[in-house]
């Protein structure tokens, strides 16, 4: 098998449609760092993406760029290839991809992952026990979020196509097979667009 390689940013180039179906099958990398007994320690916790949205940006009323740049979502604005991280329901942390050429504020929204590396981890991290279903931890945005200490204060911002940053994304050759599209999630805008990808049968797609 090849060595794994972290997606450039000429990836994140393409409309979020495009950017969200490659992204499908790939690997999101977490580089976890704790400190136990004065040592650090770092972990590699990964997950395959098994499930996406895409949205447009100012061309999208769903998408938190639509009413244009403002502090919060600046980084959707910047160049692609960037993490940006927001805060919802009062409990929640969702991650998401910047994409398109600077200034378009398009962006994909991770929703699950199929735990690959690091289950204990996550599952501490979750606040489950070490014996739960792998599918309690990855199934849904905000939990993946939990399962891999992904926050708005660290991670927001982010170059996730540099090996230095601590989160990125992989290409270690998986190919997903079919690809089902449907209507996003929790939106009342612009809900008829069917932009929510997911690999077809894969059971850490979330509910």
């Keep these: 098998m090849a060595k794994a390689q972290i997606l450039p940013r000429d990836f994140y180039l393409d409309p979020p449609d495009v950017v969200a179906r490659n992204l499908l099958g790939k690997l999101l990398v977490r580089r976890y760092e704790t400190e136990a007994r004065s040592r650090r320690k770092t972990e590699r916790l990964a997950g395959r993406i098994v499930e996406v949205e895409a949205y447009f940006?100012?061309?999208?009323?769903?998408?938190?760029?639509?009413?244009?740049?403002?502090?919060?979502?600046?980084?959707?604005?910047?160049?692609?290839g960037f993490a940006y991280v927001y805060f919802i329901y009062g409990m929640h942390f969702c991650l998401n991809f910047s994409c398109e050429p600077e200034g378009h504020g398009a962006g994909v929204l991770l929703r699950a992952l199929e735990p690959v590396e690091g289950l204990d981890t996550m599952a501490r991290l979750r606040g489950l026990d070490s014996a739960s279903k792998p599918r309690l931890l990855t199934s849904g945005p905000g939990r993946l979020?939990?399962?891999?200490?992904?926050?708005?204060?660290?991670?927001?911002?982010?170059?996730?196509?540099?090996?230095?940053?601590?989160?990125?994304?992989?290409?270690?050759?998986?190919?997903?097979?079919?690809?089902?599209?449907?209507?996003?999630?929790?939106?009342?805008?612009?809900?008829?667009?069917?932009l929510r990808f997911t690999i077809a049968g894969n059971r850490f797609v979330s509910g």
């Design 57 to 80: 940006g100012l061309d999208d009323p769903a998408a938190h760029a639509f009413a244009g740049k403002t502090e919060r979502n600046a980084v959707l604005f910047g160049p692609p």
């Design 145 to 194: 979020c939990q399962a891999l200490s992904i926050d708005r204060e660290t991670h927001n911002g982010i170059d996730v196509t540099s090996a230095r940053s601590g989160l990125h994304v992989e290409d270690d050759g998986f190919v997903p097979g079919e690809i089902a599209a449907s209507r996003r999630v929790g939106i009342r805008k612009a809900a008829d667009r069917p």
